[in-house]
């Protein structure tokens, strides 16, 4: 049983080792025992154990503080303190959370922005592969071979042998054949970009 205040015996603070009693040792194991459990359920980060300790030397300060000023009976009231529920600590937690929260929220932010910018770019327009080169205006003139589409350079000036084979294209999209017929825009663009018909194609 705890004496009550005014029966205490005062201390002598010249006798500095009074004050390690039983009722000093409960304060300590208090601390003990908060930091023991709430290592158990997570290890703290860096800037939480930073928190803490600064947390435990306010609570040890304020002991040390009320035991010069009221004696050893206060301390119940700075043991029942060790604890999660504590409104100093709650708030010194919580500081640390909104901060972690802030600088993560930007960094999402970033990543956002940086995934949007790279997804909003223009992409260069490229033709269709088996029109590359040609308008679409003129492509739907061209005469076919089965699905493959006429060579205009293969009848034009420069010629094209595709790669020796006979009747082969380097695009797996067309074919060297003679038409029956070609359309004035297909003439117009071989005259105006591959040099004009070969002599074997033109006609007589």
């Not at 908060?34 to 997570?42: H, L």
Request: aromatic content about 6%; glycine content about 6%.
């Amino acid at each position: 049983m705890h004496l009550e205040r005014e029966e205490r015996p005062p201390i002598n603070h010249n006798r500095p080792f009074e004050v390690f009693n039983a009722d000093t040792m409960d304060v300590l194991n208090a601390a003990v025992k908060f930091i023991e459990d709430f290592a158990d359920e997570n290890e703290p980060d860096r800037e939480t154990t930073k928190r803490l300790l600064l947390w435990i030397n306010m609570r040890l300060g304020k002991f040390r503080g009320l035991v010069i000023s009221d004696g050893l009976a206060v301390e119940i009231l700075v043991k029942d303190e060790f604890s999660l529920h504590d409104s100093l600590l709650a708030e010194l937690l919580y500081d640390l959370l909104k901060a972690k929260l802030i600088k993560l929220e930007a960094m999402l932010k970033a990543q956002q922005h940086a995934t949007t910018s790279m997804h909003s770019r223009p992409r260069e327009s490229r033709p269709t592969k088996q029109n590359s080169g040609i308008p679409k205006s003129l492509a739907r003139t061209l005469p076919k071979q089965g699905s493959l589409e006429l060579c205009l350079k293969y009848l034009s000036q420069t010629g094209y042998n595709g790669n020796g084979v006979p009747g082969k294209c380097f695009s797996k999209y067309r074919a060297h054949f003679l038409p029956n017929s070609l359309s004035p825009e297909a003439k117009t663009h071989i005259e105006t970009h591959l040099g004009g018909l070969a002599p074997e194609f033109v006609d007589p």
